[in-house]
């Protein structure tokens, strides 16, 4: 095969295979915060969770998916911090090692086009508008629900699917007409209210499954 084959069929592959979740963390802190307190940084520790469970396989680290947190508390919203499962070094699965890299995150200088703070780990100030414009530019973006489209009967139509989904405290009305405006469905995995990362432990495991 030629080189530029190759290049082709490679650059295919990465593009047309990403995966993605964005969860709106509606107090999570945008200052810096103790790593003995994470639940007390506005409910931290469900993101951590969010990005364990997205990230991590047994003893590996999925391909191909980003999480995005959207950060709303004080005292710098917005925040956002991207993870790339891709490049990402030197973070384990516990909440505390998670949330040490999103410490490291806050510590930077935010702007609008996005900085490094690891390897795999980015910050940018977007609010939630600007950052679903960015992201609909290659994902197609679905609201999670529990009203929603039974997400097994759709998984195995998904391209470059991105889910968004609220934390403990759900998404407010007024950013779920925002989130609408970018959606194409509004899927859901039961018509049980399920944890965050519960969400995104489900969702990848009925994508993995329409997969195989
Ligand atoms: C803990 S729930 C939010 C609960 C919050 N009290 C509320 O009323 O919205 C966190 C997020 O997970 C998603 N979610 C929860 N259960 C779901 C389900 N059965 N199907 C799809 N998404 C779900 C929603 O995006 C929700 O905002």
Not at 74 to 87: A, G, H, L, M, Y
Request: aromatic share 8%.
């Amino acid at each position: 095969m030629c080189g530029i084959c190759l290049l082709t069929l490679t650059y295919n592959i990465i593009i047309y295979h990403m995966r993605g979740f964005l969860v709106i963390g509606n107090k999570a802190t945008t200052g810096p915060f103790s790593l003995k307190n994470i639940p007390g940084a506005g409910r931290m520790d469900i993101l951590c969770r969010c990005i364990s469970q997205a990230i991590f396989l047994s003893h590996s680290i999925r391909e191909s998916m980003e999480v995005y947190l959207l950060l709303l508390g004080n005292p710098n919203p917005p925040r956002v911090v991207k993870i790339r499962s891709d490049e990402l070094r030197g973070m384990s699965p516990d909440e505390r090692s998670v949330a040490g890299l999103i410490r490291k995150a806050l510590k930077f200088k935010a702007r609008e086009k996005w900085t490094e703070t690891n390897s795999g780990v980015f910050i940018s100030k977007k609010d939630l508008i600007g950052l679903l414009e960015e992201l609909s530019s290659f994902y197609r973006i679905y609201y999670m629900r529990e009203d929603g489209k039974d997400l097994r009967k759709l998984a195995g139509k998904m391209k470059n699917p991105l889910f968004v989904l609220g934390d403990h405290l759900g998404v407010k009305k007024e950013d779920e007409k925002v989130i609408l405006q970018f959606a194409e469905d509004i899927v859901s995995i039961s018509k049980l209210s399920l944890m965050a990362e519960q969400c995104i432990t489900i969702a990848n495991y009925e994508l993995d499954r329409a997969a195989q």
